[in-house]
């Protein structure tokens, strides 16, 4: 069977779904306005809609990105999510820079790169704070649900934190997220619906998997941000 591929998060032409944009995802930008009311969506400045070569050129070894092996062949091929803000004047209705959060994300081996910074008026880019992290783009799958991971954080030694939102058809329907017990013993949870929602029944494991096989036992879920169907 083939590996199904990264699931994207919830994009359109016109941004990204606000329903949609507080499930934690690293591949979304964050809104810029957090400080004011100023809410604009992130929206994709790049989008890749094609698929892998069938002949298995971008095996795993040495690399989905890398064919050949050597330092300065990556390739990446990035989907790109980008907030920008509106216009801002100084004390003296000087034109500011606008600010603005580029996201980047390798479809193919997870790679993701952040960056943060303004823009001159000029347009000339003023340095602002980057950050790589790494994803599996490859999400888990039981039967129709597809649990892509969507955030990676160091914990201690070689354990991470990670967080996965549920997909099915293409909608997010639930989280998976890696927790410790009061001993400290690492176990993932997972429902459907939001996180922190707490009317949805919990599943727990010592694996991501099988919570995800829980959970798809568990019947067919409804999207997250779903119009609530009334009493
Ligand atoms: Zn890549």
Redesign the pocket.
Known sequence: MARPEMVLPPVGPDGVDREHADLGDVRVPALLGRYSDDERHARPVGYYHGRRPADGRFGDQPG??NPTGQWGH?R??FDALEVSEGDRYDADDQLLGKRFHLVLT?V??G?VEAMRGQLDPDDAPVPGAREVTHLDPTPLQAGELLAQEIDRRHFWGDQWDVTWTIYRDGLPVGWLATQRGPRGKRYVAGAFGRRYDNSSQVEKGAGALAVLRKLAKQGAPEPVGATPTGP
Request: aromatic fraction near 0%; include cysteine.
């Open positions: 989905p990105c990556n990446h091929l390798c193919r081996c790679l």
